[in-house]
């Protein structure tokens, strides 16, 4: 029995030779096969009718291999797939929305005040707001440089007036240019 199951391990490795897999059919059908492998007694059987078949065409190698080489190989679809896909994507929506409804929950508030007395109210916000504009001069005076060039430019506008008499007087060279070339022709 031992030499059986250094034999069977050989098999599904698949590294028996063709004599040790004879040795193997012809003890699972002995009939004298321990309870431990009835379950391959039914596989050893199956085995021994196949070997026995026989494919009677003689171009089915031929249409095998024309097959192959041409990549003509069956497309395995599972139907049933897409249709999981699809409700897994639903149910896992409507989880996200009862978690974030549960999260953000914004029927079940009302608006209420953190400070009890108007006074105190009034206090702490005026407090906030004259650290945020304290905070705002303070970035704004890192500016004052920006406000000078600003001004420096304002006063080159009338340089850019003078600009547009430069081109002026350059479009009447132009014309004085064309009135030379036509007296001269």
């Known amino acids: 029995m031992h030499e059986i199951e250094k034999l069977l391990d050989k098999y599904f490795e698949g590294e028996t030779s063709l004599p040790e897999e004879n040795q193997l059919r012809e003890f699972f059908a002995s009939g004298n096969v321990p309870e431990r ?10 085995v021994i009718l196949e070997k026995d078949q026989q ?20 497309q ?5 797939r897409p249709w999981v896909y699809w409700m897994a994507g639903v149910a896992a929506s409507i989880l996200i929305l009862i978690a974030v409804f549960v999260k953000f929950d ?8 953190t400070y009890k007395d108007p006074q105190t109210a009034y206090l702490e916000a005026r407090k906030i707001l004259l650290y945020v504009s304290s905070k705002f001069n303070q970035g ?4 004052e440089p920006v406000t000078a060039l600003e001004t420096g430019l304002s006063e080159l ?18 014309v004085e240019k064309v009135e030379k070339m036509i007296t001269n022709n």
């Open 37 to 46: 492998w009835k379950n391959l007694e039914g596989y050893f059987g199956y």
């Open 55 to 74: 494919i009677n065409d003689p171009g089915f190698d031929d249409k095998v291999m024309s097959a192959i080489k041409e990549g003509k190989l069956a």
């Open 76 to 80: 395995l679809t599972d139907l049933r």
């Open 106 to 113: 914004p029927f079940s508030r009302g608006i209420e005040d």
């Open 140 to 143: 704004t005076r890192n500016l």
């Open 157 to 174: 506008k009338p340089v850019s007036t003078y600009n547009k008499a430069v081109n002026e007087v350059k479009r009447l060279n132009e």
